[in-house]
């Protein structure tokens, strides 16, 4: 019924900038809340950004001060910005998205395809 599908992974050196992109299309009535995972080999996924319908954002500690979550409501569209990338952010991103896709449906998660990010030191 919706499909994220994110851009804009790839290799960069340490310091650098990257910047991820997701969309949602499908069948939507209203999108609650829009974030980034991540997920590193061997490790668990875990929370890199949210931001909710009316832009309030929360950060993982280890991102805080380098990476910007934003949105467009009206494309459907989140965004990451990614500064001062360090090789331990090395990892497949996952875009996530609360959408209701009816104003009687109960809100469901979706998830993207992932998206990897490399950081040579």
């Known amino acids: 019924q919706v499909q994220l ?8 050196q340490a310091g650098g900038s990257l910047r991820l992109s997701c969309t949602a299309s499908g069948i ?12 590193a080999p061997g490790k668990q996924r875990e929370l890199v950004a949210v931001i909710s319908s009316s832009g309030g954002t929360n950060y993982a500690d280890s ?13 459907n569209l989140v965004l990451l910005q990614m500064n001062s990338l360090k090789p331990e952010d090395t990892a497949a991103y996952y875009c996530n998205a609360n959408v209701r896709s009816s ?9 993207g395809q992932g998206t ?5 030191s």
Do not use: C, H, P
Request: no cysteine; hydrophobic share 40%; aromatic share 12%.
């Open 5 to 12: 599908v994110e851009s804009g992974g790839g290799l960069v």
């Open 28 to 39: 939507i009535f209203t999108i609650n809340a829009m974030g980034w995972y991540r997920q």
């Open 63 to 75: 991102v805080k001060g380098r990476f910007t979550i934003s949105r467009d409501n009206a494309k």
């Open 103 to 111: 104003i009687v449906s109960s809100a469901k998660n979706y998830w």
């Open 116 to 120: 990897q990010v490399t950081v040579s």
